[in-house]
């Protein structure tokens, strides 16, 4: 964001001045007067800078519709919250019931793209992914409904039993293979679901 000049901060402050004692924002006429300005054109400049600058909003048309958006209100509308079911297992397959652990908070720019309502996050449990570089307590973030690529890593259910790990075709059968060595293929006897396609990855800090 670009800096603000001392006039701007002075009128950003009375525009949160007016809205905090009397509940709406000041008029064009209302500043021009407030700060002697001789024409409305000053106003509606600084306005369109401040717009600019992204810390004023306002709903074209409408009058006293002038709202201050804060650093903080900036930053949250580039963060989605992505919800987090538990845990998957990058190792054997495990029969288990997700359980919902509340959201991941996730910087869009950094993710590469926009989350919609079938995007979501999982916890990693084991080490049979060590060769995509997805290790243990790691979030993957995957979007349900994708139809999975090959080399894709997923989510997937083989035979009921929950499990993360690399799609692959094998003369146009489908089956999972993990990423280290010590873990076998999965050939699926019955039935193999996708339930989500990797598209993210939250590195684990330590």
């Known amino acids: 964001m670009n800096e603000l000049t001392k006039r701007q901060r002075q009128i950003l402050v009375y525009i949160q001045e007016c809205q905090r004692t009397s509940g709406v924002a000041?008029?064009?006429?209302?500043?021009?007067?407030?700060?002697?300005?001789?024409?409305?054109?000053?106003v509606m400049d600084h306005v369109r800078l401040l717009?600019?600058?992204g810390v004023l909003e306002?709903?074209?048309?409408?009058?006293?519709?002038?709202?201050?958006?804060?650093?903080?209100?900036?930053?949250r509308s580039k963060v989605a919250d992505i919800p987090l079911y538990g845990a998957?297992?990058?190792?054997?397959?495990?029969?288990?019931?997700q359980e919902a652990k509340g959201c991941v908070s996730i910087d869009i720019e950094t993710l590469g793209f926009k989350?919609?309502?079938?995007?979501?996050a999982l916890e990693v449990r084991g080490d049979s992914m060590i060769g995509k570089f997805i290790v243990n307590g790691d979030v993957v973030i995957l979007e349900h409904g994708m139809t999975p690529r090959n080399g894709d890593v997923v989510a997937a259910l083989i035979d009921n039993e929950s499990t993360?790990?690399?799609?692959?075709?094998?003369?146009?059968?489908?089956?999972?293979?993990?990423?280290?060595?010590?873990?076998?293929?999965?050939?699926?006897?019955?039935?193999?679901?996708?339930?989500?396609?990797m598209v993210g990855l939250v590195r684990k800090r330590k």
């Open 26 to 42: 000041p008029s064009m006429r209302e500043i021009a007067e407030h700060f002697g300005f001789s024409s409305m054109t000053t």
């Open 51 to 53: 717009r600019q600058k």
């Open 58 to 75: 306002n709903q074209p048309g409408r009058a006293r519709t002038l709202r201050v958006v804060s650093p903080l209100e900036k930053f």
């Open 88 to 97: 998957i297992p990058a190792g054997l397959p495990e029969d288990q019931q």
């Open 115 to 120: 989350p919609t309502a079938r995007t979501f």
């Open 164 to 197: 993360l790990k690399t799609f692959l075709l094998n003369r146009g059968k489908p089956f999972l293979r993990a990423e280290n060595p010590r873990y076998p293929d999965l050939i699926p006897a019955q039935e193999l679901v996708i339930q989500g396609v």
